[in-house]
């Protein structure tokens, strides 16, 4: 029930003002965040790829309110693809945008948010590797899958994220499982109303096992983003049964949640994508993380009482 509550306080600036200047907030925040400048986040990338893992990056950065800071954050990913250059680690480090943050909200923000990324996914291919556009609240979706559809017809390896809680995904799951798509599944970190997305989470895993099987039995490339055993033993399972070798798919989790897992999954010899997150703008993501499981929003409590 705490969820929801927090999902809300994530979209208020002052709940921002409060929870970023707590002293405590930065302890608790480097377990999801691996630094806040590029280069505090290269030794990570670096020791993740040395243990086998591959990586996407984000640059941390959303509900921006004006287009001088879309422009800031284009600037950070072209950095970003000039720090990931001299790795030489190909599509084994991609990055993931959130078109927020190139001003998909601000008035005429299609264009403007399709003008900004472009160069990044230009500069991305450009060092042999790829951009995914990660999915925000619902009443994005239909901007995000256009502006896919754009960058795809020049960039055809531009992945997207589909979440299963949205009554939609099925649908759009057909329409983006065709040959050379890559979209990554995932279950959905919005507060969104019962008229779009389901409110149960047993309703999102099965509707979650529901995208997968017309993923998996599909041409495209899936990515099986989630920390959910259950989930990961499935998407093997489907794999399997559509004939689909390691290769052919791959599973994603966040940098700090369940990296046990991510180690041993990719021993297994399953490719296994770690989603990394820095910069300084951390609190959305911060507070998503918190929302999906209680016990990291008593942890921080805990720190900040015993303080
Ligand atoms: P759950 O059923 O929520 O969790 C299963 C188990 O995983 C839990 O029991 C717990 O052990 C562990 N776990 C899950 N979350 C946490 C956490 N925060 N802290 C500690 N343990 C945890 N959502 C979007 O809406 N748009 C996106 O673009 C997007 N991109 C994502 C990219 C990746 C690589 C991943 C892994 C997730 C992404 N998400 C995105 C978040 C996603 O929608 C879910 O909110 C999140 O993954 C939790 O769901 P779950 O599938 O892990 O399953």
Redesign the pocket.
């Known amino acids: 029930m705490l969820g929801p509550v927090i999902l809300a306080a994530a979209r208020s600036d002052k709940m921002r003002r409060l929870v970023s200047a707590a002293p405590v907030t930065r302890s608790v925040v480097d377990r999801f965040i691996a630094g806040e400048t590029l280069g505090d986040t290269v030794p990570a990338v670096r020791s993740l790829a040395d243990a086998g893992l591959e990586v996407t990056l984000d640059v941390l950065g959303e509900d921006i309110t004006d287009p001088a800071q879309a422009l800031r954050n284009r600037d950070a990913y072209l950095e970003l693809v000039e720090g990931l250059k001299p790795l030489g680690l190909g599509t084994r480090a991609e990055m993931s945008v959130k078109l927020s943050a190139f001003g998909q909200a601000l008035p005429g923000g299609h264009e403007l948010a399709l003008k900004n990324v472009t160069p990044v996914v230009e500069a991305a291919a450009a060092i042999g590797t790829t951009v995914t556009l990660?999915?925000?609240d619902h009443t994005t979706v239909d901007s995000t899958l256009a502006i896919l559809a754009e960058l795809r017809e020049r960039f055809p390896q531009t992945g997207a994220?589909l979440?299963s809680y949205l009554f939609r995904t099925e649908d759009d799951c057909r329409a983006l499982a065709g040959e050379g798509s890559r979209v990554?599944l995932?279950?959905?970190?919005?507060k969104e109303p019962a008229s779009v997305a389901y409110q149960d989470?047993a309703e999102v895993d099965k509707a979650y096992v529901r995208c997968l099987k017309i993923l998996m039995a599909g041409e495209g490339y899936p990515m099986v983003?989630?920390?959910?055993p259950r989930?990961v033993a499935i998407a093997q399972d489907l794999a399997f049964r559509a004939g689909r070798k390691n290769e052919d798919y791959e599973f994603?989790?966040?940098y700090g949640?369940?990296d046990d897992e991510h180690r041993r999954l990719a021993a297994e010899g399953h490719r296994m994508r770690v989603?990394v997150a820095y910069g300084t703008d951390w609190y959305g993501y911060f507070m998503?993380?918190l929302a999906?499981?209680p016990a990291?929003l008593a942890f921080f409590a805990r720190s900040l009482l015993t303080r």
């Open positions: 990660d999915m925000e994220v979440q990554r995932v279950k959905g970190a919005y989470k983003g989630s920390h959910d989930m994603q989790m966040l949640i369940r989603y998503r993380r999906e499981r990291n």
